[in-house]
């Protein structure tokens, strides 16, 4: 087995106490926008090093390290360096060729893992400046530090190299030019509480500064860098390394020891950052997120105790322009037909870039997340590693160790005396630094049968780019964020064959643990890695398989699972493979049918304040052989079913019998009608009439469509015109929905303008501003009794189907006489019919022949409802989403509250849109399906109507969550795109901010009870028939007073609670409530609906805390019955 940990350094024997949590304080480049704004991309030609050393006034503050002072020929400063006996790592002098050697030793590094496409040429100016002050001048302090005194740090030691006149900008490019500042004393840069070494809180920390951090930190808006040469030449932008990170400690004899740590992989890294890479650690707390497998890591460039970073990760080197990988995504169904794939053979990373055999592939699951696969080898050529090492006196020397050196590798106490003593210049494969090394088999003995040596194998990443994004965009604002600084949510994160997944865990001692990187995180055949467990040890990934249901697996970084796996991994000898094979889902499981990245190329771009109120949302169309029925009314023998996609810009139809036959979907399946302006959702299910704002929105355009199956385009039929008569005033702030009713002489209204068209574009009349659905009333034998439509506008009431008493109700409610847009809904049982009204601020339920016939089932004070629609089951139960509490909430028509509900939004999640029901499952029950967003993605979410999660949920739609500002704080309303998802047959079509288009297939869909924003489909007005409305349940259904269903809410209470209750009918309640003495405190009486829950409210906020008793006492149809309640009350 592998070695657990290093042990530390001989330097250090006793010092058990010392941990170097390596973390790089401020190493995160602040881009301006953009990833490709962030990286210098490709990073290909030559890059100019320019060095400086820089001391400051002496001094002997235990604050800080040394003295601030190289001397004159680089022995003085840290004493304790010279003092220290036959040091081998970075030992004295520190003089002008020591620094060199360094740069040296970053140019080979560079050169080596660019494969010869980035070349650095340094020089380091010859002598050495010293500034007016010392070191703890320029020392930012404090846990939440600010860096303008690094910026005065540079600002001062460029002023004196050019009072010195020793810089020549001949040949320089400032854009190609990185300048780096090496100061005397030792970086601020590793954890120093809980360990033996000295606590210098006014070192410096090793930052990387560019143009415009220093333009904020100087506050000069127009800085262009540090002006040398009379303005001839600007710095703009640096880079700060210590001396050494060698520090002094003590013992736990109280004897001096110094622990050694180079500054090469320090100087990588900030080189990197100049480049542009983000720091790849988690920056939040500094422990590691992709280990010893990349270099922005501190486990990478702290490696060896810094001595040897890792070449760069697969996505470094990818996205620095290095490599490029090869794209093998399928979609499901050509994995399906095919099976597998492959097998897919990889050259090592480390090897020439024109090597026989690729060196990354890349798998999509979404137009920003996707999988990155490289092949990682420590040993190559199966000799070991050689090192050069630069000798104090200049001399070379050239050393060499293999997997048996196990001192070595592993760094046992006093593996650097190992080394001879001197600066590192350059290494054979810098990826020996991967984990790895000798496994000496079960028996734990050197030498026998069943060692094996670990040299690599293949690593998958994960890469998330909306994270990444996100980051850079927050950096670009002065935000620190990090790329991986949500260990569950990282933008780079490497999937670890070991199952444990515990890069970053409990991340102490710089040592061999799997916290750093592990051999076992490779992939590899024969990788039979144990996790310790309470009763032993279990491999989580026997078979060595990358799938939807290993350890680790393939889900997206919301959980969605793939439909395709990895297996047969090879990745031992010079070459490595793998194949993929498509992993089925469960028989009721949904199936990812279609997704396209970039359906919509510009994305939901809009900020069109019409959307908010009136969004676009998907939609169907029923077609005869002979195409949509020409003048309106469902055809005779439907044929087919075109789902239907209206963007602001262009409309998309997609045959429901290609969606169901053809095995791969693309753009090219889907009919278009492009070019289009300022669209409004078009009436579609039995006709295709769209509605374009056109003109500055100044004129509306609506046109007729036929599409007969087969073809490939829409054929135009008519087109109106209508002008605003409202100058100024811009239709989006006049129009309501385009919307109609079934059959071929119904026309279509212009909501709101009151303007009527026939079916053949004609304008009818304008009488109506708003009409409801025209549904069909049923008798208790289910035959047709007659139909019901509401029409009104300023002046005039029509309703058929009510009679005069019902309408004079809704006349004189109040509810009409409103400036607000408002839609009804209605709601159909048997032969009567009550309305959903929805405002702009509430939400509630009129009945003209209730007692009171209006009741509020919500408000809000802002104008969220009329975007926000809800869902209504047959059930007579209203579901919605609290834009403002991040919320989805169920209510029945009553107004009072579903079990189980309100429903949380996931962590780090907020709902949108609105809710759609149906039976996902075949189970005879509906459900839930929402649409929820982080910063990153979009997600679509199931639920019980017990608001218990679906299996297999969420599935990711695609790229682009809830707009907000970078700091992605979820404890205020958040905007968002949303385009409405909607369920055509068996098919679910939902659409992300950034464009891209899922589409699933729920094999077992049963009914749906809401399909659309609008409900069941139809022509841009919303009804619902309902069925079983509100039946009682449980044992007491025969009960005056449902115990079940009588109880308070929370319990204990603060300073209120909710009181619920239900009667079997129409009734009579008396509540009263005593304190534990015996005193009443509270007394109601209030007159129940029956048949489902109610509820009151009972501020208790001035009742002291205790216990109290509830008396409900009912009396229904000469019935009675009562139940006691137990309040608790804590303050």
């Known amino acids: 087995m592998l070695p657990n940990r290093w042990p530390y350094s001989s330097s250090l024997s006793g010092c058990s106490s010392i941990v170097i949590l390596c973390f790089l304080l401020c190493l995160e480049i602040l881009g301006t926008s953009g990833l490709t704004a962030q990286v210098i991309r490709p990073a290909v030609g030559q890059i100019d090093l320019i060095a400086v050393r820089v001391e400051f006034l002496s001094d002997t503050s235990e604050l800080t390290s040394g003295t601030g002072v190289f001397g004159p020929y680089g022995f003085d400063g840290l004493d304790y360096l010279a003092r220290q006996e036959d040091p081998r790592i970075d030992p004295l002098p520190h003089d002008q060729s020591y620094f060199e050697a360094h740069l040296e030793f970053a140019r080979n590094y560079y050169l080596k893992a660019s494969d010869g496409q980035l070349e650095l040429d340094y020089q380091v100016l010859p002598e050495v400046v010293q500034l007016d002050n010392p070191m703890s001048f320029y020392s930012p302090i404090g846990e939440e530090f600010t860096l303008e005194k690094i910026a005065v740090l540079l600002e001062h030691v460029w002023a004196k190299v050019d009072e010195f006149g020793q810089f020549d900008a001949t040949g320089l490019d400032p854009a190609k030019t990185a300048f780096v500042i090496f100061h005397a004393g030792v970086g601020r840069d590793i954890e120093l509480t809980g360990t033996s070494l000295d606590i210098t809180p006014y070192d410096l920390p090793s930052i990387y500064l560019k143009q415009d951090q220093l333009a904020s930190l100087l506050n000069e808006p127009t800085f262009e860098g540090f002006s040398m040469n009379n303005g001839a030449f600007h710095v703009n ?172 590798i592993y760094q046992y106490a006093g593996f650097d005396t190992l080394l001879s003593a001197g600066t590192l210049l350059n290494v054979s494969n810098f990826d020996w630094s991967l984990p790895g090394g000798l496994d000496l088999g079960p028996d734990e003995k050197e030498g026998t049968e069943d060692d094996r040596e670990l040299n690599g194998g293949l690593l998958i990443w994960h890469i998330d780019d909306g994270v990444i994004q996100r980051a850079f965009n927050a950096q670009a604002q002065g935000i620190d964020r990090g790329v991986n600084e949500d260990p569950y949510y990282r933008g780079v994160d490497l999937e670890e064959a070991d199952g444990a997944q515990d890069i970053g865990l409990d991340a102490g001692l710089l040592d061999n643990s799997p916290s750093f990187g592990y051999a076992y995180d490779f992939w590899w055949e024969g990788n039979n890695y144990r996790v310790v467990t309470e009763n032993g040890s279990i491999n989580l990934n026997p078979n060595n398989e990358f799938g939807p249901e290993t350890y680790p697996n393939n889900s997206s970084n919301v959980g969605t699972p793939q439909f395709f796996e ?146 490939d385009s829409l054929v135009q039929r008519w087109e109106q015109t209508i002008n605003s008569e409202l100058s100024g005033i811009g239709f989006g702030e006049q129009l309501g929905y385009l919307s109609s009713t079934g059959g071929a002489e119904r026309t279509i209204l212009l909501e709101l303008l009151g303007i009527q068209m026939d079916m053949e574009g004609q304008i009818t009349g304008s009488n109506w501003l708003t009409e409801t659905a025209l549904i069909e009333l049923k008798n208790s034998e289910d035959m047709l009794a007659g139909w019901f439509q509401g029409r009104w506008n300023n002046d005039e009431i029509k309703v058929d189907g009510w009679s005069v008493d019902e309408i004079l109700a809704l006349e004189q409610s109040g509810l009409l006489g409103t400036a607000e847009a408002v839609q009804w809904i209605p709601l159909a049982q048997g032969e009567s019919v009550r309305l959903l009204r929805i405002s702009e601020s509430e939400v509630g339920l009129f009945d003209p022949n209730a007692a009171n016939v209006y009741t509020l089932l919500y408000s809000t004070q802002s104008r969220e409802v009329a975007a926000l629609w809800p869902a209504i089951s047959k059930k007579g139960q209203v579901f919605r989403v609290n834009n403002s509490h991040n919320t989805l909430e169920g209510y029945y028509l009553n107004g009072a509250v579903l079990d189980y509900f309100p429903l949380p939004a996931p962590d780090s999640v907020r709902w949108a849109g609105s809710p759609l029901l149906a039976d996902l499952d075949g189970d005879g029950e509906q459900n839930l399906l929402m649409v929820g967003q982080n910063p990153y993605a979009t997600m679509l979410y199931g639920y019980t109507l017990e608001a218990k999660p679906l299996q297999r949920f969420p599935l990711l739609i695609g790229t682009g969550g809830f707009n907000s500002d970078v700091s992605g704080s979820l404890d205020v309303d958040q905007g968002s795109q949303i385009h409405e998802h909607g369920i055509v047959g068996s098919f679910v079509t939902a659409i992300a901010p950034s464009g891209e288009l899922s589409i699933w297939e729920f094999p077992n869909m049963g009914s749906a009870d809401w399909p659309s924003r609008m409900g069941p489909w139809g022509w841009n007005r919303a009804h619902q028939t309902e069925e079983e409305l509100n039946s009682p349940r449980g044992g007491d259904e025969q009960s005056v007073l449902i115990g079940s269903e009588t109880y308070n809410w929370p319990n204990p209470a603060r300073d209120r609670t909710m009181l619920r209750f239900q009667t079997s009918g129409a009734g009579q309640v008396q509540i009263q409530i005593i304190d534990l003495g015996g005193q009443i405190i509270y007394e109601l009486q209030v007159q129940s609906k029956g048949v489902s829950p109610e509820e009151i409210e009972i501020d208790t906020s001035q009742w002291p805390s205790g216990a109290y008793i509830a008396l409900v006492k009912v009396a229904v149809a000469g019935k009675t019955s009562s139940k006691l309640v137990k309040i608790a009350v804590a303050k």
């Open 237 to 408: 932008n640096s880079m700060i390394i210590p001396r050494t990170q060698s520090r002094r400690g003590e013992d736990i004899g109280g004897n001096e020891v110094v622990f050694p740590l180079s500054i090469n992989g320090l100087l990588c890294a900030s080189i990197g950052s100049h480049l542009g890479l983000p720091d790849l650690f988690n920056t939040s707390d500094g422990s590691p997120a992709i280990g010893r497998f990349g270099l922005m890591d501190g486990a990478g460039f702290f490696s060896y105790n810094g001595l040897i970073p890792p070449e760069p990760s697969a996505w470094e080197k990818a996205t620095l322009g290095w490599i490029e990988p090869l794209n093998i995504t399928e979609s499901a169904g050509a994995l399906k037909s095919k099976g597998s794939i492959g097998p897919f053979t990889l050259s090592p990373a480390s090897m020439d870039r024109n090597a026989n055999h690729p060196q990354l592939y890349r798998w999509d699951i979404s137009s920003s997340e996707y999988f990155m696969i490289e092949y990682r080898q420590r040993d190559l050529n199966a000799g070991g590693v050689e090192l050069t090492i630069r000798q104090p006196d200049g001399g070379r020397v050239y050393q060499q160790f293999t997997n048996y050196d196990t001192d070595f």
């Open 566 to 711: 990895l297996y047969d991994i090879q990745a031992t000898g010079a070459t490595a493979q793998f194949s993929i094979r498509y992993a089925a889902p469960e028989d009721n499981e949904a199936r990812l049918a279609v997704n396209i990245q970039d359906f919509l190329p510009n994305g939901l771009t809009s900020d069109d304040g019409y959307y908010p109120s009136y969004p676009l949302s998907v939609g169907r169309v029923i077609v005869g052989a002979q195409g949509v029925n020409a003048l309106g009314g469902y055809v005779d023998t439907p044929s087919d079913t075109l789902v239907v996609v209206q963007a602001e810009k262009i409309l998309q139809l997609l045959s429901l019998n290609d969606l169901k036959t053809k095995q791969d979907i693309t753009t090219e399946d889907w009919i278009q009608l492009a070019d289009m302006e300022g669209s409004v959702q078009p009436v579609l299910e039995d006709r295709i009439i769209t509605g374009e704002r056109r003109d500055n929105d100044s004129q509306l355009r609506i046109r007729s469509w036929n599409y007969t199956p087969g073809d």
